[in-house]
C-alpha cells in the first residue's frame, strides 16, 4: 500500500511538471511531490521488508501530510479539493460546504470566518 501512495505522488508530480497541467499544479504538486513519492517508494520497500519503523514513518508523514494541506485550504479560505482522505471524508457530511461552492465560486462566504470548513 505504500508504493501505491509513494508511486501515484511521484506520478501526479511528474504528470503536473512534465505536462503543465494547471490543476495540478495549483493544488501545489510539482517536484517537491516526486521527492516525496520517492520517500513513500523507500519506505514501501522497508514495509515489505517488515520494519515497523517505516511503517511508522510512513504513517507519520502521509498524517502530516493531511494535516498541513488541511491548515493550508483553511488558511486560503478555499473548499478542500478532496486530495486527502480527511477531506474526502467528510465531504459527504459538509453539504454546506458544497452549496457554498458552487455558489460562491469555491470560497467561503463573506464573514463566516471559515467555520463552514471547520464544521466538518
Not at 504528470?15 to 511531490?33: S, Y
Not at 521488508?49 to 510512513?58: E, F, P, V, Y
Not at 473548499?79 to 474526502?88: D, E, F, K, L, M
Request: proline share 1%; net charge positive; glycine share 20%.
Amino acid at each position: 500500500m505504500v508504493y501505491v501512495v509513494g508511486g501515484l505522488t511521484a506520478l501526479l508530480g511528474i504528470i503536473a511538471e512534465l505536462a503543465h497541467v494547471e490543476l495540478l499544479i495549483n493544488m501545489g504538486l510539482g517536484w517537491i511531490t516526486v521527492g516525496v513519492g520517492a520517500v513513500f517508494g523507500v519506505l514501501g520497500f522497508f514495509v515489505g521488508k517488515r520494519s515497523m519503523i517505516a511503517l511508522g514513518l510512513a504513517t507519520g508523514l502521509l498524517l502530516v501530510d493531511t494535516v498541513l494541506t488541511l491548515m493550508a485550504t483553511i488558511g486560503s479560505g478555499r473548499i478542500a479539493s478532496g486530495g486527502s482522505s480527511c477531506a474526502s471524508s467528510c465531504s459527504s457530511r459538509c453539504s454546506g460546504v458544497q452549496r457554498h461552492q458552487g455558489a460562491e465560486g469555491g470560497r467561503l462566504p463573506q464573514g463566516s470566518g471559515g467555520r463552514v470548513l471547520a464544521g466538518c
